[in-house]
């Protein structure tokens, strides 16, 4: 009779293998010449960073209404504070500043269920976000139905104006350029000619220019007794600008594709769009996500150009704020800060795509 031994348990590594004490010997002192290094290197950051840590949080006056508030030698960070409605909303109505809560708050909830993966129904979240959202933001935010006061977009300003035209240009850039992409490979000589136009011309010209472009010459286009709000300028020559670069990102993508992805599709009977939208699009899409989301950070960070025609946004309400005399001198605290701001949203979508990109990843890399 044959007695069988029960499996030994498996044991947990030693300590020092595992958590941060092992994560440290991994990476940073796995031998004599990686730990000198390390050690040079970390006594090197604090000595630089050290300074920089006593002015911004050390001694920084945090507290106040007014200059006089600032009396250490550090950071003025008073300055932000008693300027921060102006900051985030500019100049919008205060007793309206609710609607922009609630656009913002919409928008960061739409954000997180689509981006957390267990959240159900996301294609129904994801065809409000493109269609239903954008007219609610517009009729709260422009106000004049239902009751609702109007706000002209000359009142519209700092943070709410740099996400306005960063959401409105992402949105819109990205199926243009798509589009753009599909014509610059399409068989057809007239719709590849004149994909190849737009997307050339638009990438030999400098941003400024399509700004005042879209701000002196767009209006020439329609009748004369049409508004053309200056806010809708912007958006449609941002849009167009960037929807250039998108279209050449696309384009690597759907390069890198084998053709017999698409003449599979074919033996299959699938018309052009259903091969597109269906097999080569997806595959292509995946393989340029790190160049999309670059073209995401460029765009938002180009946003502050809109001051050349006369939009205040976040960085241009900072450079306003610094003019006042009673605010004279602080200019290294509002730059800080602006640099702050926009360091948050561009780590967060490249964090973001490098999530996205661990998730959609099928083993095709090398």
């Not at 309206?96 to 159900?120: G, N, T």
């Not at 109007?150 to 700092?158: E, L």
């Not at 800080?336 to 490098?354: D, G, H, I, K, T």
Request: with cysteine.
């Amino acid at each position: 009779m044959s007695s069988h031994m029960p499996p030994i348990p498996a044991r947990q590594p030693p300590r020092l293998e595992q958590g941060i004490v092992g994560w440290l010997r991994a990476n940073l002192f796995s031998g004599p010449l990686n730990s000198l290094v390390s050690v040079a290197i970390i006594v090197m950051l604090g000595y630089l960073l050290w300074p920089l840590i006593q002015w911004a949080l050390i001694n920084a006056d945090w507290v106040g209404d007014s200059r006089e508030a600032c009396s250490s030698e550090g950071a003025c960070w008073v300055f932000i504070s008693a300027r921060l409605e102006t900051i985030v909303y500019g100049f919008y109505p205060q007793a309206a500043r609710w609607r922009v809560d609630l656009v913002f708050a919409l928008l960061a909830a739409l954000i997180a269920w689509l981006a957390i993966p267990r959240l159900p129904i996301k294609r129904w979240v994801c065809l409000f976000a493109l269609f239903g959202f954008p007219i609610i933001a517009y009729v709260l935010l422009s106000g004049g139905h239902f009751g609702l006061m109007p706000v002209s977009t000359r009142d519209w300003g700092g943070l709410m104006l740099t996400l306005t035209i960063a959401v409105v240009g992402i949105v819109g850039s990205l199926p243009i350029g798509v589009l753009l992409a599909l014509g610059r490979r399409s068989t057809m000589p007239l719709v590849r000619g004149v994909s190849v136009v737009f997307i050339e011309f638009w990438r030999g010209v400098p941003l400024i220019t399509v700004l005042f472009m879209a701000s002196v010459m767009l209006p020439l286009f329609v009748p004369s007794e049409v508004d053309f709000d200056k806010l809708l300028r912007a958006l449609v020559g941002i849009m167009l600008f960037w929807s250039a670069y998108m279209a050449e990102v696309v384009r690597g993508g759907l390069q890198a594709i084998p053709s017999g992805q698409e003449e599979a599709g074919k033996a299959l009977g699938l018309s052009y769009w259903q091969r597109m939208g269906l097999i080569v699009l997806p595959q292509a899409l995946k393989t340029v996500i790190p160049g999309i989301v670059n073209t995401f950070i460029a765009l938002f960070k180009d946003t502050s150009l809109v001051l050349v025609i006369g939009l205040l946004d976040l960085l241009s309400i900072i450079q306003a704020g610094l003019t006042d005399p009673d605010w004279l001198g602080f200019a290294i605290e509002g730059y800080v800060f602006a640099a702050l701001v926009y360091w948050v949203f561009c780590f967060s979508m490249s964090r973001y795509s490098q999530y996205v990109e661990r998730r959609l990843d099928t083993g095709h890399r090398n």
